[in-house]
């Protein structure tokens, strides 16, 4: 594919709810620009930008995909994006490079709670937005209830550019607003017929064309006096580059009309994406940063320095990485040789592409605005950021886990506050235990998490030292079932879940003593020791401590250490439920020992035989970790919120206001009862919900859920 300078590049994001046509929205718009001959079909397993096995059998799209193709002049890079929620990262990921977001909202379904989701995040990140009203073929098909639903979602701002001609089965062409022309379409064709607006939709398009017509020419000084005085027509023309300012400062949201699966209306897209929506040239310029210097800017110039983002890495079993990076300055051509400032180490840019879906198309180079990729870079991750040795700064950032990390200090405002929001939205919140099936899959776990982590840097892992597990946290429940087949298919590793082990620890509510004696006799020297102990509980927190109130000699100085080594570590072991004792003090009072058969070895097994004695008559009680959980959920969720963190045995400790129409809500929970709190949440709060959580302390658990804790002990045990 040959080069395009930033003026005719378009970045396009597709988005929105799961099932409202994207991917199917994909393929129709490759077919109509004559990117493929033939238009594959998701339940088929034959779209181009569903490619994984994972989305066949799912029959959903998993991860962002690109979709290189070319349009009257233009080359339009589509990203195809998941709508399921627990894969908000990979749409995210795509706004991050996008400059035009495409909101695909069936005209059956209205606007869903991904739209909503994603919407407020194009917002934040200053992304302008248009919206192709899908599914106008369809049974139930209302295209005025839908437009009102996008009025009341997003403002006023929304703006038919066209009407539907024909409802439902008999939905078959355009009325563009603009040009007041009808665009007539015959099934399976991409091309439309021009006419005269249809009588039956005269009157309305004569309506919504003046309200439209108005809205565009406020913004035009010149323009709104001739309308004004009305001595002479507004061309569509010049009513269209009116328009596109409004959308590039995100002020406007054109809607379009069409179906997908029929074909109509998908030219009028193509056509709208390239005379109205930005170039890269007209979006804001990118901040970068050097170690300990100021954010600038970096213009969009194919003769500047060059400067590329890693955006997306796929992990291939066959070439290893494949790297997708948008160019932001400069030009970057074959075997360039850049520098990567985090891992400080030079990489060689060997073989350029682009992709359409899984398919690698050449690149003589790639100019600054443009979308590519290549494969190999051994040191690169995504979130990343490529610039000449000379000149190592890294691209200011919102704070999300698919970018790398936190933003650097004080740059979060550039996203105009809602960097915090953004980063919560990605976060990993439901985690699972995963064990090998086999010896052989148990050598290669830990290699393929990581791989499989670079593909997909929301995913994370880790060793449970006390608990002996490994676990895997992630957005949700279908996110963390992908990454497991992904583990088995592409790496080769079977692993299958096992119940997550909560870290529980115990200690005591009362003082209490014993009396450890190890004696062993044997033909030479034998072993003695007698230590006596007393146990008495501290404050929550404090851990433990070992008193030497030994006088007399009783136990020899040299012996006292190897006491205190014997009840620590019969504490680390467990108590009378097998957890981890702590928050208990230790004191030595009494011992005895023999002048040739005692040693360390005697001492450290009596004052291990103490404590396990002394614990079991001092009351000992289970401690359960303590989270510090915080909720923001819709004020009209506030009350089913809060009743079910009751029945968690949740203690409430304020609520606040967050976004507008959104209340925060924080509590303290026992982490047990959050296992599966992002699954419950979302089905509570209709996917509006989101929360965060970390461990705050632990408290007493009320004796009546002892039972429980056994038979997980039980079971952790096997």
Same mark, same amino acid.
Request: charged share 25%.
């Given at each position: 594919?040959?080069?395009?300078?930033?003026?005719?590049?378009?970045?396009?994001?597709?988005?929105?709810?799961?099932?409202?046509?994207?991917?199917?929205?994909?393929?129709?718009?490759?077919?109509?620009?004559?990117?493929?001959?033939?238009?594959?079909?998701?339940?088929?397993?034959?779209?181009?930008?569903?490619?994984?096995?994972?989305?066949?059998?799912?029959?959903?799209?998993?991860?962002?995909?690109?979709?290189?193709?070319?349009?009257?002049?233009?080359?339009?890079?589509?990203?195809?994006?998941?709508?399921?929620?627990?894969?908000?990262?990979?749409?995210?990921?795509?706004?991050?490079?996008?400059?035009?977001?495409?909101?695909?909202?069936?005209?059956?379904?209205?606007?869903?709670?991904?739209?909503?989701?994603?919407?407020?995040?194009?917002?934040?990140?200053?992304?302008?937005?248009?919206?192709?009203?899908?599914?106008?073929?369809?049974?139930?098909?209302?295209?005025?209830?839908?437009?009102?639903?996008?009025?009341?979602?997003?403002?006023?701002?929304?703006?038919?550019?066209?009407?539907?001609?024909?409802?439902?089965?008999?939905?078959?062409?355009?009325?563009?607003?603009?040009?007041?022309?009808?665009?007539?379409?015959?099934?399976?064709?991409?091309?439309?017929?021009?006419?005269?607006?249809?009588?039956?939709?005269?009157?309305?398009?004569?309506?919504?064309?003046?309200?439209?017509?108005?809205?565009?020419?406020?913004?035009?000084?010149?323009?709104?006096?001739?309308?004004?005085?009305?001595?002479?027509?507004?061309?569509?023309?010049?009513?269209?580059?009116?328009?596109?300012?409004?959308?590039?400062?995100?002020?406007?949201?054109?809607?379009?009309?069409?179906?997908?699966?029929?074909?109509?209306?998908?030219?009028?897209?193509?056509? @709208?994406?390239?005379? $109205? &929506?930005?170039? +890269?040239?007209?979006? /804001?310029? !990118? =901040? %970068?940063?050097?170690?300990?210097? @100021?954010?600038?800017? $970096? &213009?969009?110039? +194919?003769?500047?320095? /060059?400067? !590329? =983002? %890693?955006?997306?890495?796929?992990?291939?079993?066959?070439?290893?990485?494949?790297?997708?990076?948008?160019?932001?300055?400069?030009? %970057?051509?074959?075997?360039a040789v850049l520098f990567n400032p985090r891992s400080r180490s030079e990489e060689r840019l060997h073989a350029l592409f682009t992709l359409r879906g899984k398919e690698q198309l050449p690149e003589s180079e790639i100019p600054a605005g443009d979308i590519g990729a290549v494969a190999k870079l051994a040191s690169t991750n995504t979130g990343d950021t490529l610039t000449p040795r000379n000149q190592p700064v890294t691209l200011v950032r919102p704070s999300l886990p698919w970018l790398g990390g936190p933003a650097p200090a004080g740059t979060d405002g550039y996203v105009d506050g809602n960097a915090s929001w953004l980063a919560d939205a990605a976060l990993p919140v439901l985690s699972i235990a995963i064990r090998p099936k086999s010896k052989a899959d148990e050598d290669k776990l830990m290699t393929a998490l990581h791989r499989l982590q670079e593909e997909d840097p929301t995913l994370v892992v880790r060793r449970d030292d006390e608990t002996h597990q490994t676990v895997l946290s992630g957005t949700g429940e279908a996110h963390l079932g992908i990454a497991m087949e992904r583990l088995s298919r592409k790496f080769g590793v079977a692993v299958e879940n096992e119940d997550l082990v909560i870290p529980y620890r115990e200690t005591v509510t009362s003082t209490a003593e014993a009396e450890g004696k190890y004696k062993k006799q044997t033909g030479g020297h034998g072993q003695f020791g007698v230590a006596s102990l007393r146990i008495e509980p501290m404050e929550r927190g404090e851990g433990f401590a070992f008193v030497d109130n030994i006088v007399g000699g009783v136990i020899p100085r040299q012996y006292i250490p190897a006491v205190q080594k014997g009840a620590e570590e019969a504490m680390a072991d467990g108590g009378n439920f097998g957890w981890p004792v702590v928050d208990v003090r230790v004191t030595a009072f009494d011992g005895k020992h023999h002048p040739v058969d005692s040693s360390e070895l005697s001492f450290k097994m009596a004052g291990a035989l103490a404590v396990r004695e002394a614990l079991a008559k001092a009351g000992p009680v289970i401690l359960e970790p303590i989270s510090l959980l915080e909720v923001t959920v819709p004020n009209a969720y506030q009350g089913d919120v809060l009743g079910d963190l009751n029945s968690r045995r949740g203690r409430v400790q304020g609520t606040e206001t967050g976004q507008p129409g959104e209340s925060i809500i924080t509590a303290l929970v026992p982490t047990s009862e959050l296992v599966r709190y992002a699954i419950d949440l979302r089905s509570l709060t209709g996917g509006r919900g989101r929360f965060k959580a970390h461990h705050d302390h632990y408290d007493a658990m009320p004796q009546n859920f002892w039972d429980r804790v056994r038979r997980e002990r039980a079971g952790s045990e096997k």
């Amino acid at each position: 594919m040959k080069a395009y300078p930033p003026a005719q590049v378009r970045n396009v994001a597709f988005v929105g709810h799961g099932g409202s046509g994207k991917t199917t929205l994909t393929e129709a718009v490759l077919l109509c620009s004559g990117a493929v001959n033939r238009a594959g079909r998701v339940e088929d397993g034959t779209a181009v930008t569903d490619f994984e096995p994972e989305e066949h059998s799912h029959h959903m799209s998993t991860s962002l995909s690109l979709a290189a193709l070319e349009w009257r002049g233009y080359k339009v890079n589509l990203l195809d994006t998941p709508g399921y929620a627990d894969f908000l990262p990979e749409a995210l990921a795509a706004l991050s490079v996008a400059d035009v977001a495409v909101f695909v909202v069936s005209a059956v379904d209205g606007v869903e709670v991904q739209t909503e989701v994603i919407w407020r995040a194009a917002a934040a990140l200053g992304i302008p937005r248009l919206v192709f009203m899908n599914k106008l073929d369809r049974d139930r098909a209302d295209f005025s209830n839908v437009l009102q639903q996008l009025h009341d979602s997003f403002g006023a701002g929304v703006a038919p550019l066209e009407l539907p001609i024909g409802e439902e089965h008999d939905f078959h062409g355009i009325a563009d607003l603009l040009s007041d022309t009808a665009f007539l379409y015959e099934t399976g064709k991409c091309v439309a017929t021009k006419g005269p607006i249809p009588d039956s939709i005269s009157e309305r398009e004569h309506t919504v064309r003046d309200a439209l017509v108005e809205g565009i020419v406020v913004a035009d000084d010149e323009l709104m006096t001739r309308y004004l005085e009305g001595e002479e027509e507004i061309s569509a023309e010049e009513l269209s580059k009116t328009l596109a300012r409004g959308v590039v400062s995100s002020q406007v949201f054109p809607v379009i009309c069409g179906s997908a699966t029929k074909l109509v209306g998908i030219d009028r897209l193509l056509d @709208a994406v390239c005379d $109205v &929506a930005p170039s +890269p040239l007209e979006r /804001p310029p !990118a =901040l %970068v940063q050097a170690a300990g210097g @100021a954010p600038v800017e $970096v &213009a969009v110039d +194919p003769t500047g320095q /060059p400067l !590329a =983002l %890693v955006f997306k890495t796929v992990a291939d079993p066959y070439v290893g990485k494949i790297s997708l990076f948008k160019v932001v300055s400069g030009t %970057v051509r074959p075997d360039a040789v850049l520098f990567n400032p985090r891992s400080r180490s030079e990489e060689r840019l060997h073989a350029l592409f682009t992709l359409r879906g899984k398919e690698q198309l050449p690149e003589s180079e790639i100019p600054a605005g443009d979308i590519g990729a290549v494969a190999k870079l051994a040191s690169t991750n995504t979130g990343d950021t490529l610039t000449p040795r000379n000149q190592p700064v890294t691209l200011v950032r919102p704070s999300l886990p698919w970018l790398g990390g936190p933003a650097p200090a004080g740059t979060d405002g550039y996203v105009d506050g809602n960097a915090s929001w953004l980063a919560d939205a990605a976060l990993p919140v439901l985690s699972i235990a995963i064990r090998p099936k086999s010896k052989a899959d148990e050598d290669k776990l830990m290699t393929a998490l990581h791989r499989l982590q670079e593909e997909d840097p929301t995913l994370v892992v880790r060793r449970d030292d006390e608990t002996h597990q490994t676990v895997l946290s992630g957005t949700g429940e279908a996110h963390l079932g992908i990454a497991m087949e992904r583990l088995s298919r592409k790496f080769g590793v079977a692993v299958e879940n096992e119940d997550l082990v909560i870290p529980y620890r115990e200690t005591v509510t009362s003082t209490a003593e014993a009396e450890g004696k190890y004696k062993k006799q044997t033909g030479g020297h034998g072993q003695f020791g007698v230590a006596s102990l007393r146990i008495e509980p501290m404050e929550r927190g404090e851990g433990f401590a070992f008193v030497d109130n030994i006088v007399g000699g009783v136990i020899p100085r040299q012996y006292i250490p190897a006491v205190q080594k014997g009840a620590e570590e019969a504490m680390a072991d467990g108590g009378n439920f097998g957890w981890p004792v702590v928050d208990v003090r230790v004191t030595a009072f009494d011992g005895k020992h023999h002048p040739v058969d005692s040693s360390e070895l005697s001492f450290k097994m009596a004052g291990a035989l103490a404590v396990r004695e002394a614990l079991a008559k001092a009351g000992p009680v289970i401690l359960e970790p303590i989270s510090l959980l915080e909720v923001t959920v819709p004020n009209a969720y506030q009350g089913d919120v809060l009743g079910d963190l009751n029945s968690r045995r949740g203690r409430v400790q304020g609520t606040e206001t967050g976004q507008p129409g959104e209340s925060i809500i924080t509590a303290l929970v026992p982490t047990s009862e959050l296992v599966r709190y992002a699954i419950d949440l979302r089905s509570l709060t209709g996917g509006r919900g989101r929360f965060k959580a970390h461990h705050d302390h632990y408290d007493a658990m009320p004796q009546n859920f002892w039972d429980r804790v056994r038979r997980e002990r039980a079971g952790s045990e096997k």
